[in-house]
């Protein structure tokens, strides 16, 4: 079952901060956050395994809260490279096999 | 990561036919993956190719429509068969790589399909 992610579209200025967020109605195993720019393939960001642990480089980090099948990931200090769509995959097993929320659509202005 | 590649990139056919997609990684890979990204739309996985058998596929998406091969660690190829406007999408491929512990997945460049 595909994961709902929430908010669907974000608009932000430079500098200001943004949470993306990512619930299963399933067991998750993993969670996996990737970023599309516009006629790009998708990017992968970082991997999430459940425990739930934080992770992050840079601005960017994400957490997965096991009990809630949730993810979060945070953006802070916003920069206009950060613009683009955000997929989270979600993994039931370590299958490898991946199926994606609907996409957040984050916008940063100067 | 990997290097993949996809050709083509984008093409136009006429319904009724069928277009071949192929994926090339630059090294061996475990997993490969075919996913559908229609316009605007989330990511929606077709079938993961299996190396020396039979893909394995997802709800909704059946062999005869979506025939893949995959004959060694580093090639895919997926067919899109007898193809309707509705089949007008990106097709892309993704490799399966360990990472944490487990399989995360790195995307090609996408082949961007459109039928007239």
């Known amino acids: 079952q595909q994961p709902v992610q929430s908010p669907q579209a974000v608009i932000l200025r430079e500098g200001e901060d943004a949470v993306i967020n990512c619930s299963s109605s399933?067991?998750?195993?993993?969670v996996h956050w990737y970023r599309q720019k516009h006629g790009e393939a998708p990017v992968f960001l970082m991997i999430l395994l459940k425990g739930g642990e934080q992770k992050g480089h840079d601005k960017i980090s994400a957490s997965f809260n096991e009990k809630k099948q949730q993810s979060s990931l945070y953006l802070t200090a916003s920069q206009l490279s950060y613009s683009g769509t955000y997929f989270c995959?979600?993994?039931?097993?370590?299958?490898?096999?991946?199926?994606f929320g609907q996409g957040t659509t984050l916008q940063v202005k100067p | 990561s990997a290097v993949i590649s996809q050709k083509p990139s984008r093409d136009i056919c006429q319904r009724g036919t069928s277009l071949t997609i192929q994926c090339q990684v630059d090294?061996?890979?475990?997993?490969m993956f075919w996913y559908r990204q229609q316009p605007g739309q989330s990511l929606t996985l077709i079938a993961t190719a299996n190396q020396g058998s039979e893909a394995t596929y997802e709800s909704g998406f059946v062999i005869d429509k979506f025939p893949i091969s995959r004959p060694n660690l580093t090639f895919s190829t997926l067919t899109v068969s007898n193809m309707s406007p509705e089949d007008s999408s990106i097709y892309l491929c993704?490799?399966?790589?360990?990472?944490?512990?487990?399989?995360?997945?790195?995307f090609g460049p996408g082949t961007r399909l459109t039928v007239l």
């Open positions: 995959g979600s993994s039931t097993s370590n299958t490898g096999k991946l199926i």
């Open positions: 993704s490799v399966g790589s360990r990472n944490s512990g487990t399989d995360t997945q790195y």
């Open positions: 399933k067991a998750l195993y993993s």
């Open positions: 090294s061996q890979v475990t997993m």
